[in-house]
């Protein structure tokens, strides 16, 4: 799902099962070239979802394929992940995206970094869907 599909997305989320949700600006890894400002453009609906994520206790991803891909940018978001901490978002998980085995774990530790610098000072591994935290 992408940032043309949120509202699709913020049904879905609603009636799943689920721990963490995943690619949430998965678009700009194919489209973020042509200056469009998809987090302030969809801002409003951007803070729903991670209203709903936070008070159905679950949390969000951080995709460190983001780096493999050229990014300058976290996936979500510096922006994204910023106003789920301001909102009071606390579980993260980190995954590397790893279609192959040489991007399995890659560039985790420097993830671990960010998100510290945004305010985080752990993240989640997941046992029987409950989040348990680690010190970042």
């Known amino acids: 799902l992408h940032l043309l599909s949120r509202r699709q997305r913020q049904m879905c989320i609603r ?12 678009i700009k890894r194919y489209d973020d070239k042509d200056g469009y ?3 302030n453009e ?3 609906i951007i803070t ?15 995709n460190t394929s983001s780096v493999r891909y050229g990014l300058d ?16 978002g606390r579980i993260i998980t ?7 085995k040489v991007h399995l774990g890659a560039h985790i530790e420097t993830m671990k970094k960010d998100l510290k610098k945004i305010g985080f000072k752990e993240f989640c591994t997941f046992k029987q869907m409950k989040p348990i935290f680690h010190k970042l």
């Open 48 to 62: 729903r979802i991670l209203k709903y994520i936070i008070e159905d206790g679950k949390g969000i991803e951080l």
């Open 94 to 100: 980190i995954g590397s995206d790893s279609h192959e």
């Open 73 to 88: 940018d976290l996936m979500p978001s510096r922006d994204i992940f910023q106003l789920y901490y301001d909102l009071g």
């Open 37 to 39: 400002d998809a987090f």
């Open 42 to 44: 969809h801002k409003e």
């Open 15 to 26: 009636d799943s099962d689920y721990s963490v949700l995943g690619h949430m600006d998965l």
